[in-house]
C-alpha cells in the first residue's frame, strides 16, 4: 500500500471551507424544515414550507470559516497527539472534540442568527441581516453566543462518533481495496454512513440546543431554565417523541451531506496536495 502524504494547515484550510460551504449551500431547505419542526411554536407557526432558504445569508458568510477552523484545527491536533496506532479511535475523538470547540467560535453566532430568521422571530420579513441587528441591540455580543454550551454539548458526542468511525470505516476500505488514500466518492461514502449514524444518535442535544437559539428571554432579567431543567420540561410536557422532533430530515441531511463535506473535503485536499 502506497504510503500516505499529510495535508499542510493551509491545505486543510482552504479544503475544509469549500467543504463546508458546498454542504450548508445545498442541503440548507433540508435543515429549515428540521429546525422548525424542533422549534416550540410548532412547525406550520414556525413558517413550515414557506421560505425554506430564510437564513442562508448567516450560512454563506459563516460557513467557510467555521469549516476551515474545523478541518485545520483537526488536522493539526489528528498528527500532534502522542497516541500509538492502537489508541487512534481516542486521537481522532480528542482532535475532532478541540476542532469543534474551535468551529463553534464561529458557528455559533451564525447558527443563533440563522435559527431565528428559519423560524420567523423576529417576523416573517426579517432578513438575516435584521436578525443580527436585533441580537445585536437586545442582547449584545454576549447574544450571539445564546446556545454555546449546549451546541457544544451537541458537537462533542456527534463529532466523537462521527469522526473515529469515518477513520475506522476508511482504514477498512483502504485494506480491503489496498490502497491509500481513497478516491472522494469512496470517503464520501463512509462520510455519509458516519454521519448518519452520529446524527440520529444525538438528536435529542440537538432539540435542545435549538430550543435554547430560540429562547428571547433575557436571562439577566428574567429566569431562564438551566439545561437539565429544559431537557426535563420538554420530556415532561411534550414526551420523548419531542426529543427526537427533526430526526428525519437531520439524519437525511447530515448522511447526504458528510457524503458531500468529507467527499469534498478529500476531493480538494489531495487536488491541492497535487498542485
Known sequence: MAAERKPTFFQSLAAGGLAGTAVDLLFFPIDTVKTRLQSAQGFVKAGGFRGIYKGVGSVVVGSAPGAAAFFSTYEAMKH??????QLAPVNHMLSASVAEVAA?????????????????MYG???????????VLQHDGIRGFYRGFLTTIMREIPFTSLQFPLYEFLKHRLS?????KPLYAHEAAVCGS???????ALTTPLDVLKTRVMLDLRDPSKQ????VPMRL???YVQEGAKALFAGVVPRTMWISAGGAVFLGVYEWAVHGFMSA
Open 124 to 134: 416573517a420579513s426579517a432578513s438575516s441581516f435584521k436578525a443580527a441587528t436585533l
Open 223 to 226: 429566569q431562564v431554565p438551566s
Open 175 to 179: 485494506i480491503y481495496l489496498d490502497r
Open 232 to 234: 426535563r420540561q420538554i
Open 104 to 120: 463553534c467560535l464561529i458557528r455559533v453566532p451564525t447558527e443563533v442568527i440563522k435559527t431565528r430568521t428559519q423560524t420567523s
Open 80 to 85: 500532534s497527539i502522542p497516541l500509538h496506532d
Open 193 to 199: 454512513i458516519a454521519g448518519g449514524t452520529a446524527a
